[in-house]
């Protein structure tokens, strides 16, 4: 009876070890639930921002503008981009509704045509005002738009990261995928690869110069994005940030684009 007894356990072993083993794809989910977890709750939020154009030669354009933005329930936020110089694209406005499974809305208001034009939701990987961000990239991160993939721990620039692959769930993305290397103990961005439809890397970002505010939330300071094929690259800054303002969601009403010269 014994013998039987043992033989038995040895058979449920590998499938009691299956069931306990935790999938790529659950870990990676995981781990990007706890990313979205921590930076929930802040409500809204404006900050000074500066845009450095740079071309593979090194020469600079430089623009600045305000940003603000509107923390929504159970939907993608709200934001809106007003640009107060050079004056060539002083008071071009840009609107934004993320979703997370429907086709994300954005609007761009240019003074000198004095329009507002609707940006198709399958022109979303095209650059933005001649930047290396594409329309995509300036939408909040929104977790049902993506799966995951954990692929392994790595250190960079001296941040131990987790690295996870995510793969675009909505319609007309640019991209075929991303890694991303996440902070293990912050919990947020420090580094994405874009891969593009053919799946050959396109562009980096990096993101640094962080800083905590209301004792939970991280800000970067800085962030750069380098064009692998173009040797472009763009550099945002940004100071001042401000939340809670009481911004309400009429402050992110297409009338506001108007408004904003």
Known sequence: ???IVISLLFCLLPAISFAEEVTSEQKGLEIMQEVDKRDLGWGDMATDMKMILKNKNGDEHVRNLKMTTLEMQDDGDKSLSIFDSPKDVKGTAFLSFTHALEADEQWLYLPALKRVKRIS???KSGPFLGSEFAFEDLTSFELKKYKYNYLRDEVIDGIDCFVIETLPQY???GYARSLVWVDKERYIPIRIDYYDRKNALLKTQTFSDYQQYLGQ????GKSLMENHLTGKSTILLWENYTFRTGLTERNFDQSTLKRSR
């Open 1 to 3: 009876m014994k013998k």
């Open 217 to 220: 939330y991280w800000r970067a």
């Open 121 to 123: 939701s399958s022109n």
């Open 171 to 173: 319609e007309h993305s």
